[in-house]
């Protein structure tokens, strides 16, 4: 049996290769949790639960697997020391995992401190439209590798709301495309429906309109769907690769 570990930063960047000169290929917010198939003093080679991802972390503090009970439903969440908001010590971004230990009025403690009931949910708790919060991240700079509010790259934009919504979703653009089996027309596009380029990711927001974090623009940004398919021909010689519909 896979024995798992659970990350507890606030987020946590995943390496290609063990050295901090490699690329950032994503990372692992707070809560998420992994198995550990190599270590050295400094690196540990893992493998990520919620999505099979591999890569290398620095060999930092971490906890056994711990059984989450909520998740934080907004885009950073604050942590403070005490039940109240006197002093902040720490955010953790959205779709963090937390395991409630205290209850204390309008706060929840977990292994780091406390924080506002209003800023999570059960773990279970799931969304008609898995797609809902997606708009929290407007504006966000876009990051490669980042999965957060402090940055973060077009496939996660679309991973992180369906993980939130307990949904799987691969974290690369090239692997999602093959998992979302059922293809759309163009014509046909409609609100939810996600347009994929090579290496690239855009959710329709509506039949005219996508959000996407995009590197050119250098944050999360909603624009016009047949404008934007134009500008990317144009400027990355890219074509669209496929519509998906969950």
Known sequence: MTKFYTNIFSILNI????????????QMIFGDSFSISKKTKQWIKIKTKEDNYNGYILNKNYSEF???THKIDVLKAKVY???NKLRKINEI??????????NNNKFLKFSKGW???NQVKQINYIEKNPFRKINIFKNTKYKWGGKSYKGIDCSALIQVCLNFNNKYCPRDTKDQIKFFRKDIKLKSIKKNDIIYWKGHVALATSRNMLIHAYGPKKKTIIMNISKT??????????EVLGIKRL
């Open 15 to 26: 390496y290609k290769r063990p050295s901090k000169k490699s690329e950032v290929v994503s």
């Open 66 to 68: 711990l059984k989450p």
């Open 81 to 83: 020391k005490y039940p």
């Open 93 to 102: 971004p959205f779709n963090s995992k937390i395991k409630v230990t205290g």
């Open 115 to 117: 924080i506002n009931k």
């Open 229 to 238: 398919i134009k500008l990317i021909k144009k400027t990355a010689k890219l």
